[in-house]
């Protein structure tokens, strides 16, 4: 399968997600516009300078799988129909290009994702419109999707938690506490439960970090998320995990701990969310 997709050169979580999911399977080749070096292991930058310190997303991609092309090749390859479809990752941000190839590829083969905290809804009938934020959907061609995050974060082993709740509470502002992934991963695998919430928008990175790192998070206002946000998150759990987690027994931590971790690398991997994209657009 040829994939095409087409993003902005700087950090975008969905995006970003988006794209290491598929160049993390093996049966896809990925081609990109541009070169989204701060993905590959072979970046040189400081990548404390990168948003959210480039935290859970930075140098996850083995260099070899690097494959940007040009837009002179990308006009060729459309007019020889060699991509089976094209991802258009960050459709708010960057929309160039858009009507070349909407005119060279059949519409079902085009995706749009719209990874923006706001609900402001950009809806192109014939294709399929992916909007995280989204608070309802009434048409087969406008599809939920959430943040993700790479399997390799996922904690081996069963960490030993010495205290209850993390210091790690979130904030309004960008800043982060800890100045390395390995410091702010620790946090959360010594902590048997850690505060997550709403911030610009219901998704949050925070959410799939605390459940990757095996420990329990407090959604504080989950019971308000719209139905068609968050929805690979397993609400009705996190919900009965709020409103008990200061009676719960160790036994019933430890079931909580392994059925959120088992939901994490069923339903919340980077891998995943290449799939349901492509499932939704090459299936």
Not at 230 to 238: H, R, S
Not at 240 to 268: A, G, I, K, P
Request: hydrophobic share 35%; net charge negative.
């Amino acid at each position: 399968m040829n994939i095409l997709v087409m993003g902005v050169n700087s950090p975008d979580y969905l995006q970003d997600d988006i794209y290491h999911g598929l160049k993390s399977l093996y049966d896809v080749n990925v081609e990109s516009n541009v070169a989204l070096s701060y993905l590959y292991d072979d970046y040189d930058g400081d990548i404390t300078n990168l948003y959210g310190r480039g935290m859970s997303y930075a140098r996850n991609i083995p260099a070899r799988k690097r494959h940007v092309v040009s837009a002179y090749e990308i006009y060729g390859k459309l007019a020889a129909h060699y991509y089976d479809g094209v991802i258009f990752l960050s459709w708010r941000r960057w929309r160039d290009m858009y009507e070349h190839v909407a005119l060279m590829m059949p519409k079902h083969r085009i995706a749009l994702i719209d990874g923006e905290d706001d609900s402001d809804l950009i809806y192109i009938p014939g294709h399929l419109n992916f909007k995280r934020e989204l608070i309802c959907s009434s048409q087969k061609d406008l599809l939920p999707i959430s943040f993700a995050i790479p399997i390799e974060k996922l904690v081996v082993g069963v960490p030993e938690k010495s205290r209850i709740v993390s210091t790690e509470i979130p904030r309004s502002d960008r800043s982060y506490a800890f100045s390395s992934e390995e410091e702010y991963y620790g946090e959360y695998q010594a902590s048997r439960f850690a505060i997550t919430h709403k911030r610009a928008g219901w998704d949050c990175k925070r959410h799939y970090e605390i459940l990757a790192n095996r420990c329990v998070p407090i959604f504080r206002d989950i019971d308000a998320c719209p139905e068609f946000t968050l929805t690979t998150l397993p609400k009705k759990l996190l919900l009965n995990m709020r409103d008990h987690w200061q009676s719960v027994t160790d036994d019933e931590y430890q079931y909580w701990q392994n059925e959120l971790f088992s939901w994490c690398e069923s339903h919340l991997t980077t891998i995943t969310l290449a799939r349901y994209v492509l499932g939704k657009l090459c299936g």
